[in-house]
């Protein structure tokens, strides 16, 4: 598996190149974060090779809307992190079906 810091570097790295512009990496105990800003003339190719990048590889990503223009920001777990598992019955693959689904599961 590769390391969260080789997958923020690809990632950075992708984003300088297909926006074309410099990129910003803010490393916290958890995630590594990389921004860049988006050049208002992205081309619509452009756009959906880096979301098919981004969906691919990044943990989390998106952008925000500054008075400066639109930031491109893409997140990197460098942790573990637990998906908490709702609450209630826990149910198995031999659980007797609930009495008003026995008709839909047999």
């Known amino acids: 598996m590769n390391s969260p810091t080789d ?10 190149s297909v926006l ?13 974060r990389v921004t860049a800003p988006v050049p208002d003339d ?3 190719h452009a756009r959906r090779t880096l979301l098919r990048q981004l969906d691919a590889h990044a943990d989390r990503f998106g952008h ?5 223009g639109a930031v491109l920001w893409v997140e990197i777990d460098t942790e573990h992190r637990a998906i908490p598992m709702p609450r209630g019955r826990a149910v198995h693959d031999d ?6 689904h026995k008709e839909e599961c047999t």
């Open 7 to 16: 997958r923020a570097a690809r990632l950075e790295t992708l984003l300088q």
């Open 20 to 32: 074309a512009t410099s990129t910003h990496v803010e490393i916290a105990p958890s995630t590594v």
């Open 42 to 44: 992205l081309d619509e």
């Open 64 to 68: 925000e809307t500054t008075r400066d």
């Open 95 to 100: 659980a007797e079906p609930h009495e008003d």
